[in-house]
């Protein structure tokens, strides 16, 4: 609003110290840039501050031109342009990452992840009767994790074989779907107790 306003009603803005604290600003975020670019995926919050410093690093690009061109034409408009260009940065990665935020905080399924083809899947082990109550979400670090109650065959438990079905499981949810799904819990149950 500010922005939009100082284009019809530009102050005057000294044109040097505005081109010193961009360049101040630019090279503060780039250092920052640097620093956070190998942990920028490792959670929600290191993503947003990475992006934050993306956006600080463009806005002080911003602020260069704005200033160079105040110098040099006297268009004053010109910071309120820069303003308005550092606001359309944030809006659209905000809104992203608010969106994956609430992804997780409501348990959203993971995209690219079908739960009838991962039900499929774990139906296909063998000793496998029945599959039900199969949930997945995101946890805060990005990782998908599921749960499940899983049937097995009667005989399971007592030959020993339950082990080698949850392995069998955990190996199919990690190795044949798009995401990997490596963090998982499974109930098992027996037709014989009630499962089916």
Do not use: Y
């Not at 090279?27 to 190998?38: E, F, K, P, R």
């Not at 027996?190 to 499962?195: K, W």
Request: aromatic residues 6%.
């Amino acid at each position: 609003m500010e922005g939009a306003h100082r284009l019809f009603a530009p102050s005057d803005v000294p044109s040097a110290e505005l081109l010193i604290f961009g360049v101040v600003g630019l090279a503060a975020s780039l250092i920052g840039l640097l620093v956070l670019s190998s942990h920028r995926r490792v959670n929600f919050n290191m993503r947003a501050v990475f992006l934050e410093m993306l956006n600080d690093a463009l806005g002080s690009l911003g602020v260069i031109i704005a200033s160079i061109v105040i110098g040099t034409s006297g268009f004053m408009q010109a910071d309120a342009i820069a303003g308005l260009f550092i606001a359309v940065l944030i809006v659209p990665r905000a809104v992203r990452l608010l969106w994956e935020t609430t992804s997780v905080l409501m348990e959203f399924t993971p995209k690219n992840l079908d739960l009838d083809t991962m039900r499929a899947h774990i139906l296909n082990v063998d000793g496998v009767v029945e599959v039900h109550d199969v949930h997945a979400s995101t946890i805060a670090t990005g990782i998908p994790v599921v749960t499940a109650h899983v049937v097995a065959v009667d005989n399971s438990f007592t030959d020993s074989s339950a082990a080698a079905i949850l392995r069998q499981i955990r190996s199919c949810l990690a190795e044949h779907f798009d995401i990997s799904v490596k963090h998982s819990t499974f109930q098992l149950e027996t037709v014989g107790r009630g499962g089916a």
